[in-house]
């Protein structure tokens, strides 16, 4: 294997880890902003407020997208295993 060859497949398993971890995260960021900003407005502070949202919203996440993530990791598992026997020999 080139050192060309395990670039490109340590840039590919980055970019879907930075994918996968995007589609989970980001829209419980949105969701902790929007709390927070209530939470300021309204001088609630509870810790319950902010965790249930966003426990929800990355659980709902984690349902819509699953299929996709998990097509990703499996696209992902089988590119590295054809690569093997290039890395061999």
Do not use: C, K
Not at 35 to 47: C, D, G, L
Not at 50 to 75: C, E, K, N, Y
């Amino acid at each position: 294997m080139t050192p060309e060859q395990a670039v490109a497949l340590i840039y590919n398993a980055v970019v879907n880890i930075i994918l996968i971890v995007g589609v989970l995260i980001l829209p419980g960021m949105v969701v902790g902003l929007i709390v927070s900003v209530f939470q300021a407005a309204t001088q609630i502070n509870e810790q319950t407020l902010s965790f249930l949202p966003r426990l929800l919203v990355t659980l709902g996440m984690l349902a819509f997208a699953g299929h996709w993530i998990l097509q990703r990791i499996m696209d992902l598992f089988h590119t590295l295993f054809y690569a093997i026997p290039g890395a061999i020999g």
